[in-house]
């Protein structure tokens, strides 16, 4: 059974840039933590397709392993992240990351 | 059965721009779960069934679960959503998107070359595993240490006292 199709490598990419840019555009606009965490999320999503994309391109498993790790590194990053939202939560009493820039004179 | 693929690449950037415009957080969560969803049935056209699994069970399953339990935990009430729209004025978005769309352009741009195919093959998990525990052996032991890293930060982070300890100061 073999379901793998053929399909342009550069749109697989395109769908990769586009997912990215949106991410990316979150986290420049969001105000509140939590949307600012899920928009890193899919900027690495878009990471793991363009890695499995080019696995795919070459028939390797180099790229699936690759999002392996982009996998453990968002679980990790997440783990700490909603600790630290937590502790923002609680200080503070807001999920607006402004809130946080006590440093700020 | 291309089209499939476009199917699921339309469904993934349309509930992407819902979860990154979304008002209420477990709204833009489910629209997260679509997401993610989709990317995993374009893993598996592609050719990559294991890398598609994980996508379900660890990034739909673990990590927006996770996000779900904050949400819940941080109990946003119904002012939430009319705090977010206060937040999310319409002239804030103009800025970052000069910014990333210049850069989606360029990257497009940059992308635009000889059309290539990807190779219709299956790459199983048994490849991919003889793949990760052979030349990949201390690439795995570092992501091992960067987990339990992370668990011993989310710990620290996670405990009350914390914020406690500073109110008596």
Partial sequence: MNFALS????HVFVLAVALFCIGLTGVLVRRNVMFVLMSLE???????????????????????????????????EVAVAL??????????????????????S | MESLFYIAAVTALASTVLVVTGKNASHALIY???????VAVIFFLLGAPFAA???VVVYAGAIVVLFLFVVMMLNLGKGSVARESAWLRPSMWILPCL??????????YALSGEPVQTAAVMVGPKTVGTQLFGPYLLAVELAGILLLAALVGAYHLGRRYLSERREEV
């Fill in chain 1, 7 to 10: 399909i342009p490598l550069e």
């Fill in chain 1, 42 to 76: 899919v900027m690495m999503n878009a990471c793991g397709l363009a890695f499995v994309a080019a696995g795919a391109r070459w028939a390797q498993a180099d790229g699936q392993i690759m999002f392996m790790f982009i996998l453990a590194l968002a679980a990790a």
């Fill in chain 1, 83 to 104: 600790g630290i939202v937590l502790q923002l939560s609680r200080r503070f009493d807001s999920l607006d990351v402004d809130s946080a820039d006590e440093m700020h």
């Fill in chain 2, 32 to 38: 997260l779960i679509v997401s993610l969803l989709s």
């Fill in chain 2, 53 to 55: 699994a994980l996508e």
């Fill in chain 2, 99 to 108: 910014l990333t769309v210049p850069l989606f352009l360029g990257l497009v």
